[in-house]
């Protein structure tokens, strides 16, 4: 088990290389000479070679790629030209707890919600609850999540007063202020998930539900519950977790939205105005730390599998 975990790791420690190695090359090619933006209209050529120099742009860009990765694996990500301070700071130290707060709140919101509804479709299988869950599952799935974010701002926000429309308080300063302000982004974000969620634990617990070892726990007069929740669900957690792992990219894009209709402090928004303001180092920096926490968290899905099924342990 520890050398397919090693295994594992080491497929994961080339994927974010090849990453690396593919974001690097498409900044290279996007339009637009940061050492202009940092320099402004009026500048001398010898003011432009001595930044540019001083940038490291003048070398290869292999050069630059060697450079550019020793100084990311050691924390000197550079300085923003715009915010005039440094990128890991401001995106390790500020941005990311932002992401990671609505991330977890979407998510954790979509498994509250998610779980239990397909349960519920499962076990009332063509019935009226089934019915609905599948529409609002099919509804959910259908809007994207920039035009639901406007509506529940609309409704909500507006028309309601029920919840603040934009802003960010920390839940570890502010615990139920911080919650309060993160209704209505975590709903928005959620939503689709939670469609995803209820489908594939509907599929998953019917097919289980039709199981011998289920007939046979009925047949031994076990409770109803316990047969569901215990023989059934025990089961389905591998697609439902693969289904998340999955879907962490999906939530990631959307947080770029919602964070920028909301107007949250996150990654999502940080890269929108990194690539408005052609800040290469910092798109850079917000692609790979997105692609870490991607990775890693398909990395754990892939751990937890000989946990989830006693039968792919190594014997």
Request: charged letters at 10%; a negative charge.
């Amino acid at each position: 088990m520890i050398a397919q975990a090693l295994g594992k790791i080491a497929q994961s420690c080339v994927v974010l290389l090849i990453v690396s190695i593919a974001s690097f090359s498409l900044l290279k090619l996007a339009p637009g000479d940061p050492v202009l933006l940092m320099l402004g209209s009026e500048f001398s050529q010898e003011s432009y070679d001595q930044l540019r120099q001083a940038m490291g742009l003048d070398q290869p860009v292999v050069v630059q790629y060697g450079e550019w990765l020793v100084h990311f694996l050691t924390g000197e990500w550079g300085q923003s030209y715009v915010a005039r301070a440094d990128i890991f700071e401001l995106v390790v130290t500020q941005a990311l707890p932002v992401t990671l707060t609505l991330t977890a709140a979407a998510l954790t919101l979509a498994i509250v919600v998610g779980v239990p509804l397909g349960v519920l479709s499962a076990v009332k299988k063509d019935t009226g609850w089934d019915a609905a869950a599948a529409v609002f599952a099919l509804t959910g799935t259908a809007f994207p999540s920039f035009f639901l974010g406007i509506l529940l701002i609309w409704f909500l926000g507006v028309k309601v007063g029920a919840f603040p429309v934009m802003g960010f308080v920390a839940p570890w300063e502010d615990l139920w202020d911080g919650l309060y302000h993160l209704v209505l982004p975590a709903l928005t974000l959620s939503t689709f998930f939670i469609g995803m969620i209820v489908r594939v634990t509907r599929a998953a617990l019917v097919e289980v539900l039709d199981q011998p070892y289920i007939t046979a726990a009925r047949a031994r007069g076990e409770p109803e519950w316990r047969i569901v929740w215990v023989h059934g669900v025990r089961n389905i957690m591998m697609p439902v977790v693969t289904v998340l792992g999955l879907q962490l990219g999906g939530i990631l894009q959307g947080a770029v939205l919602t964070e920028t209709v909301f107007s949250l402090p996150g990654i999502g928004q940080m890269l929108t105005g990194a690539v408005l303001g052609r800040e290469y180092m910092m798109v850079q920096a917000g692609v790979m730390l997105t692609a870490v926490l991607f990775i890693a968290v398909n990395l754990l899905v892939d751990l937890s599998y000989p946990l989830l099924d006693p039968r792919l342990r190594a014997r």
